[in-house]
């Protein structure tokens, strides 16, 4: 009975726009539901960083050199502040980490294709992160208040990222005819794994209703998903691109745009481990956490030995 009432006042807590904080009380299926969340989007920042840091020294100048390596830098900020939004929720960020090496713990889908030439990185900044932003601005007023506060810097740190990647395509489709044809094939390869970034369909997303009653999400995987497309179609026709989807059209009764099918079973199996890149990605964080031993080593050497002499002048 206890419990039953515990339950009910903190759906109503939830219901009225309140934030739940690390100390209160919540249902174990609403903490394992954010663990998963938070953690897989911690896992997609940092495992993000790999696809643009391969071009970190292969940018055409120094500009974007600096430009990329800065983004770069802010996808580990990303990563960390996910991590310790999660591990107040009661679990240990090795524990998390560990979940990702072992294939317990996904990332997103799109962090598994290839970048293969420089425009790539301009379509990452303009339909990754585009899409990033459309999941995660609503985030900033999820009922999770570590989650909730993560997300408003996180947010304004991806709306650079958006601009620029959409600054370097809109170089690439105003320069040669060679430059706006790599531009348009990079948005061939990019745009439907970016629509699968929302998830999947709403009538196969089974934790979705629960997420949105808790609030831990605010919108369906479909809602976003038409936001994202209603969003780029201009945004690509002022580049002089075209949309790789010959069922695309826009619907004046309903103010949006109709596009084709999504292939879902190439969704399903990037998710399952056999996208073009799954093994590479995973070995490549692998590798550098077992190279980075030493130094959280070191670094828990340093923190033990401050605390026993603050304990010995105590």
């Not at 759906?11 to 663990?35: F, S």
């Not at 770069?72 to 591990?87: R, T």
């Not at 679990?91 to 598994?112: C, M, P, T, V």
């Amino acid at each position: 009975m206890e419990n039953i009432n515990l339950l009910e006042r903190f759906d109503a807590y939830v219901a009225a726009n309140k934030k739940i904080e690390p100390k209160d009380w919540m249902p174990d299926a609403y903490r394992k539901t954010l663990i998963r969340q938070i953690s897989q989007h911690a896992h997609s920042e940092i495992v993000g960083m790999l696809p643009e840091g391969n071009w970190i020294t292969r940018a055409p100048s120094l500009k974007r050199k600096a430009i990329l390596l800065a983004k770069v830098q802010d996808e580990a900020g990303h990563g960390l502040y996910l991590y310790s939004a999660a591990e107040t929720l009661g679990i240990d960020r090795d524990e998390l980490i560990q979940q990702l090496h072992d294939g317990r713990a996904k990332y997103s889908s799109i962090f598994n294709y290839p970048t293969l030439t420089w425009a790539d990185m301009g379509a990452i900044g303009w339909l990754v992160d585009g899409a990033a932003i459309m999941n995660q601005v609503p985030l900033c007023k999820c009922s999770y208040g570590p989650y909730a506060r993560a997300m408003v810097r996180v947010c304004k740190e991806e709306s650079f990222h958006q601009r620029q990647g959409y600054e370097i395509m809109m170089t690439l489709a105003n320069g040669t005819p060679e430059q706006k044809q790599m531009a348009q094939d990079s948005l061939n390869r990019w745009w439907w794994p970016a629509l699968m970034m929302f998830g999947p369909a709403d009538d196969n997303s089974p934790n979705s209703e629960r997420s949105m009653r808790w609030k831990i999400k605010l919108f369906s995987n479909d809602e976003l998903r038409q936001r994202m497309v209603d969003m780029t179609v201009p945004q690509a026709e002022m580049l002089g691109l075209t949309i790789p989807d010959p069922d695309l059209k826009y619907k004046e009764e309903t103010g949006h745009y109709d596009f084709g099918e999504i292939q879902w079973e190439e969704f399903y199996n990037v998710i399952k481990g056999n996208g073009p890149c799954n093994k590479q990605r995973i070995a490549t964080r692998k590798k550098a956490y077992d190279d980075g031993a030493w130094v959280r080593e070191a670094a828990n050497a340093h923190a033990e030995k401050k605390a026993k002499r603050k304990t010995k002048a105590a």
